[in-house]
């Protein structure tokens, strides 16, 4: 196995079995996959399409029924392999009576970390995860995207190379998505492998470099991000200041050239940058209801 | 003091053992070869049905290999964290209850105890450390078998596993952690307790001045008083004072009072001795039947306890105890009263009543065993059950009428000394045990014997904790928590689940018991002949065969309990802490193995 790459499965299936060993669902049919050093890879499916399963077998949670998931060149049910991962799981799984440091500091004690890195750590981490202010309270005094923020900075405590991320974004109000998503794009720019799994397609979308789609259990599309969204045959046109008759000219250009005019009209922003400029303009300028009527693309 | 199995030295019990026994060390030895190959059949079976037979052995060697690798890379870090993580949870979960539910227990418990007992301090005591015993194994018991459950529950185990922890380390942690809640709740109720029996049982009395008598020696001069103190705390002493008003309340309810001349009176001080660690020296004890014929035992009374046996009176039968090492540096001398000093325990077995209140007479007699010099008998009244210490005088009569010293000519040149012990009276009996006479050395300190008695509480709890814990590794908490309580109730009556398992009970296996159960037969009459008893019998057979399996591993609680030594105020022998206290060791061990094994092999998510 190349020191490139960091998950590799081979024909890595489950099968769910009850008490007497009889077969309940096939959770994961044979998925061969690799993951690059450096990539952010997203599980994509609808639920129960064996996204969870994937990720719980590559970090031993489960065992499979057949195949095997290798980490960093290590099988799977290898303790030692977690030296180097960061997992976030889909509900932030976290003892409640702890504090945030004490969360922290718990975790960092697992990976052996010494007092005075494991204090240095916790700092940084709070900080990074905006919970400077709430570093005391208890964990079941946090509201569900705090909780996500310290589960986050959880996994991060060792500084990993690959972190797993089962649902995010799930939970986070938008702003919360976002700063989510511009740290998965951070981890990537400081070279980490992130693995993400979701069913918010256009969390994937912004984030992942390569997607990998299930649905029952079974590896439907694998690809570039881009290369898979890329519509061949449909050319898009994007300008500024076009005036009336430069609209009308160039409706007679692709008329000329027997092309099909599909859609030529104002563009929409998404709700989740509307959202965002609200949020910016009222920190800006508090008090004052925001102009949001006619957005532009400045 | 019962001591049905006979406290071996530390060294003896961990090497060789006892007559046909083996050591402790290597007992354990085996049952561990015994047990890991039972496991390692089960895995590979397991494995290879699931897997085929390539890929089963493929992961029970794999498994065994990571195990022993995990082994050496256990971090005393990621232990010492998982045990604050469980004391914090068990502070959450309110452990500290329990130590309410104690001091309300010390509560009503002075309401209920009765003073007036013939040893209150034997009541007090056995009560406390009884209760103490129940509630920290209670606690333990809570503790250890529902956290891992709920960790899978609540799926936190996701966050732990996913770390470089080793499956030993959450055993390991764990149990550490819970131990350390343990000790801390056990330090305060055994400081607790300590304080309540001796503020509870401490009183004092007013000297009679209306029962004093002078008393003059036969010389006619006057050498003191005798009288009695005042009735409090439902009891009176008898009192002898000297000629300047001092002297003692003599022991009665196991205690005394020392008097001392305070102003024109004589004041009665607090009580002494409720609490002693007496440190006794066994001898070896045999009998002379009634024809004076050597047995290694006496007769039976019918007792279905066959702790004791008994010697019957007016008979030559005699029990013998025969003491090595001694030397005049046993001799117990006070200026007044110069000799050997010894503790004996008489269990009366009466045919007839006899007069009410008395006790039954008896002779003591000492013999050279060498030359059969032997003393004059020494005369006593044995009360039921009670500790009767006394001094054997070191100046003392032959059966030939001259005099002799107990250390030069009663003991032979090796060191032996026989003390033969007779009953007198026709027709009543005297029972007797190894355990039930010895010599007495200086009382050890009651402060040390009640640390001792509370480390073999902990030691029963340490042992619950990681029976507990490793059952919560594989099974839900109340299941785990069923477990471990079949552990401790077969624990406590180890001998008969033993006694079940060997065959050697009245009743049968299992099978049969039920058998018997819904038949309405008793447990003595014999089954009538034929394929049904075959089949029932035939099933027990396999049935025993498990549990005597299953007894190997079984802790005998009621032999790690020590609270009858503190109770009956006897020093709990050094080698029997260092025996509990390794044996607790080996539980910890063994059932840490089998935890990091079960964790290891299960699925955490599902």
Same mark, same amino acid.
Request: charged content about 25%; aromatic content about 8%.
């Given at each position: 196995?190349?020191?490139?790459?960091?998950?590799?499965?081979?024909?890595?299936?489950?099968?769910?079995?009850?008490?007497?060993?009889?077969?309940?669902?096939?959770?994961?049919?044979?998925?061969?996959?690799?993951?690059?050093?450096?990539?952010?890879?997203?599980?994509?499916?609808?639920?129960?399409?064996?996204?969870?399963?994937?990720?719980?077998?590559?970090?031993?949670?489960?065992?499979?029924?057949?195949?095997?998931?290798?980490?960093?060149?290590?099988?799977?049910?290898?303790?030692?392999?977690?030296?180097?991962?960061?997992?976030?799981?889909?509900?932030?799984?976290?003892?409640?009576?702890?504090?945030?440091?004490?969360?922290?500091?718990?975790?960092?004690?697992?990976?052996?970390?010494?007092?005075?890195?494991?204090?240095? &750590? /916790? =700092?940084? *981490?709070?900080?990074?995860?905006?919970?400077?202010?709430? +570093?005391? %309270?208890? $964990?079941?005094?946090?509201?569900?995207?705090?909780?996500?923020?310290?589960?986050?900075?959880?996994?991060?405590?060792?500084?990993?190379?690959?972190?797993?991320?089962?649902?995010?974004?799930?939970?986070?109000?938008?702003?919360?998505?976002?700063?989510?998503?511009?740290?998965?794009?951070?981890?990537?720019?400081?070279?980490?492998?992130?693995?993400?799994?979701?069913?918010?397609?256009?969390?994937?979308?912004?984030?992942?470099?390569?997607?990998?789609?299930?649905?029952?259990?079974?590896?439907?599309?694998?690809? &570039? /991000? =881009?290369? *898979?969204?890329?519509?061949?045959?449909?050319?898009?046109? +994007?300008? %500024?200041? $076009?005036?009336?008759?430069?609209?009308?000219?160039?409706?007679?250009?692709?008329?000329?050239?027997?092309?099909?005019?599909?859609?030529?009209?104002?563009?929409s922003t998404t709700l989740e940058e509307l959202f965002l400029s609200i949020v910016r303009d009222s920190e800006a300028r508090p008090g004052r209801r925001a102009n949001v009527e006619q957005t532009t693309s400045a | 003091m019962i001591l049905e199995e006979q406290i071996l030295p530390y060294m003896q019990w961990l090497w060789s053992g006892g007559p046909g026994s083996i050591g402790a060390l290597p007992r354990f030895l085996l049952i561990a070869l015994g047990l890991g190959f039972l496991g390692l059949l089960l895995g590979f079976i397991v494995s290879a049905a699931r897997h085929g037979i390539l890929r089963g052995g493929d992961i029970v060697y794999r498994t065994i290999t990571n195990g022993v690798r995990e082994l050496w890379e256990t971090s005393p870090r990621r232990v010492w964290a998982l045990a604050q993580l469980a004391m914090k949870e068990a502070w959450r979960r309110r452990v500290v209850v329990?130590?309410?539910?104690?001091?309300?227990?010390?509560?009503?418990?002075?309401?209920?105890?009765?003073?007036?007992?013939?040893?209150?301090?034997?009541?007090?005591?056995?009560?406390?450390?009884?209760?103490?015993?129940?509630?920290?194994?209670?606690?333990?018991?809570?503790?250890?078998?529902?956290?891992?459950?709920?960790?899978?529950?609540?799926?936190?185990?996701?966050?732990?596993?996913?770390?470089?922890?080793?499956?030993?380390?959450?055993?390991?942690?764990?149990?550490?952690?819970?131990?350390?809640?343990?000790?801390?709740?056990?330090?305060?109720?055994?400081?607790?307790?300590?304080?309540?029996?001796?503020?509870?049982?401490?009183?004092?009395?007013?000297?009679?001045?209306?029962?004093?008598?002078k008393v003059q020696d036969a010389a006619g001069e006057y050498i003191g008083q005798d009288g009695r103190t005042s009735l409090d705390a439902n009891h009176r002493h008898e009192v002898e004072l000297n000629t300047d008003g001092e002297g003692k309340a003599e022991s009665n309810y196991g205690h005394y009072h020392q008097i001392v001349k305070r102003g024109d009176r004589s004041v009665v001080l607090g009580a002494e001795g409720i609490m002693r660690a007496r440190v006794p020296r066994w001898g070896k004890l045999t009998f002379l039947d009634r024809q004076g014929v050597p047995k290694q035992r006496g007769i039976s009374v019918g007792s279905e306890w066959t702790y004791r046996s008994f010697v019957d009176g007016n008979t030559q039968a005699t029990a013998i105890w025969t003491f090595d090492d001694i030397s005049p540096a046993l001799n117990y001398d006070d200026g007044e009263v110069s000799g050997l000093p010894i503790g004996l325990i008489v269990r009366v077995f009466r045919t007839h009543k006899g007069v009410i209140g008395r006790g039954i007479t008896g002779s003591i007699q000492v013999r050279n065993p060498e030359t059969g010099l032997a003393s004059e008998v020494i005369p006593f009244t044995a009360l039921d059950a009670k500790i009767d210490e006394r001094i054997i005088p070191q100046k003392l009569r032959g059966t030939d009428d001259k005099e002799y010293d107990l250390y030069k000519d009663f003991v032979s040149p090796n060191g032996q000394l026989e003390i033969r012990v007779q009953c007198l009276e026709g027709g009543q009996y005297f029972g007797f045990a190894q355990p039930d006479m010895y010599l007495r050395l200086p009382d050890a300190s009651p402060v040390v014997n009640w640390l001792k008695v509370y480390a073999s509480i902990w030691v029963q709890m340490v042992i619950v904790i990681a029976i507990g814990v490793t059952a919560s590794t594989l099974l839900s908490g109340p299941v785990a928590m069923l477990f471990t309580v079949s552990f401790i109730v077969l624990g406590f009556f180890r001998p008969f689940f033993v006694g079940v398992a060997a065959g050697t009970e009245y009743g049968g296996g299992p099978v049969e018991s039920f058998y018997r159960l819904i038949t309405q037969k008793n447990i003595i009459t014999k089954l009538d002949e034929g394929f049904t008893t075959s089949l029932i019998q035939g099933v027990d057979l396999v049935f025993r065969s498990l549990m005597l399996t299953m007894a190997q591993v079984l802790p005998d609680f009621a032999a790690l309990s020590t609270v009858a030594f503190a109770a009956l105020g006897f020093d709990v022998p050094a080698d029997k802490v260092y025996q509990d206290l390794t044996m607790c060791l080996a539980y910890v061990i063994g059932l840490s193995v089998v935890g990091y094994f079960l964790l290891r092999t299960r699925e955490v998510a599902r």
């Open positions: 196995m190349s020191d490139d790459i960091v998950i590799q499965t081979r024909a890595l299936g489950k099968v769910y079995r009850d008490f007497w060993g009889r077969q309940k669902v096939r959770a994961l049919k044979p998925l061969d996959l690799e993951i690059q050093r450096g990539e952010v890879l997203g599980l994509l499916g609808p639920n129960g399409s064996g996204k969870t399963t994937t990720i719980k077998l590559i970090l031993g949670l489960l065992f499979p029924t057949e195949g095997e998931a290798l980490v960093f060149g290590k099988r799977a049910t290898d303790v030692s392999k977690n030296e180097r991962i960061g997992y976030l799981p889909e509900e932030s799984y976290l003892y409640r009576f702890l504090n945030a440091e004490e969360t922290l500091d718990f975790y960092g004690r697992l990976f052996d970390m010494s007092a005075e890195t494991r204090k240095q &750590r /916790v =700092d940084e *981490l709070i900080k990074m995860v905006g919970l400077d202010r709430a +570093r005391k %309270r208890q $964990l079941q005094e946090y509201s569900k995207g705090m909780t996500r923020r310290i589960g986050l900075a959880q996994a991060l405590i060792n500084n990993p190379e690959l972190i797993l991320l089962d649902e995010p974004t799930s939970g986070l109000d938008p702003i919360g998505t976002r700063e989510m998503k511009d740290m998965i794009l951070r981890l990537k720019e400081e070279g980490k492998t992130v693995v993400m799994c979701s069913h918010l397609l256009a969390d994937v979308q912004d984030v992942c470099d390569r997607i990998a789609i299930l649905h029952q259990g079974e590896l439907k599309e694998l690809g &570039r /991000v =881009d290369t *898979l969204l890329t519509v061949a045959d449909v050319t898009q046109i +994007r300008a %500024r200041n $076009l005036t009336a008759d430069c609209q009308n000219e160039i409706r007679q250009v692709i008329a000329r050239h027997h092309g099909e005019l599909m859609e030529m009209d104002n563009p | 329990a130590l309410m539910v104690f001091f309300i227990i010390l509560v009503f418990a002075s309401w209920f105890l009765r003073t007036d007992h013939q040893d209150p301090a034997k009541l007090y005591i056995s009560f406390v450390l009884t209760a103490t015993t129940y509630l920290v194994l209670g606690i333990a018991l809570l503790l250890s078998a529902f956290s891992l459950p709920a960790d899978f529950k609540n799926k936190t185990i996701y966050t732990i596993v996913t770390k470089p922890v080793r499956a030993g380390e959450i055993v390991m942690g764990r149990t550490l952690g819970f131990t350390l809640v343990g000790t801390i709740l056990l330090a305060i109720m055994g400081v607790s307790s300590y304080v309540f029996v001796n503020r509870s049982l401490d009183h004092t009395h007013e000297v009679d001045i209306n029962s004093l008598k």
